[in-house]
């Protein structure tokens, strides 16, 4: 799965009849795998009109714009969770591209070539 940062992803859910009877929402939860920082999204899919309109799928809109939505590039481990009853019903990794992260250090390097000297100076 891959999800673009800063842009609004549309991800396709195989929710049939029998799901959109046991589950009224479900909760989106995303681990970046180097920092185990976990960003958390619920999606409420009880509306006919938007989750009904096909027996075998919906879409969903998954709105990452902003500053604080999956602030890494990489990795994220995505769990869903079927809710009124917390009910784990998929795993898998999720690629997120676009983020731009900030370098927290400036690199200097001396022009004096006999003692070239590196320094980083922090922003």
Request: aromatic content about 14%.
């Amino acid at each position: 799965l891959y999800l673009e940062q800063s842009q609004l992803n549309t991800l396709t859910l195989n929710i049939n009849e029998n799901s959109r009877q046991t589950f009224s929402t479900y909760l989106l939860k995303f681990t970046h795998l180097l920092s185990s920082e976990v960003s958390e999204y619920s999606i409420d899919t009880t509306d006919p009109n938007v989750y009904f309109s096909n027996i075998r799928y919906c879409t969903i809109q998954l709105d990452l714009t902003g500053q604080n939505h999956l602030p890494y590039e990489g990795q994220y481990i995505l769990n869903i969770y079927g809710s009124p009853n917390n009910q784990h019903v998929y795993n898998g990794f999720c690629m997120i591209d676009g983020t731009v992260e900030s370098n927290p250090f400036t690199e200097y390097i001396s022009p004096n070539e006999t003692n070239e000297n590196f320094i980083y100076i922090q922003d």
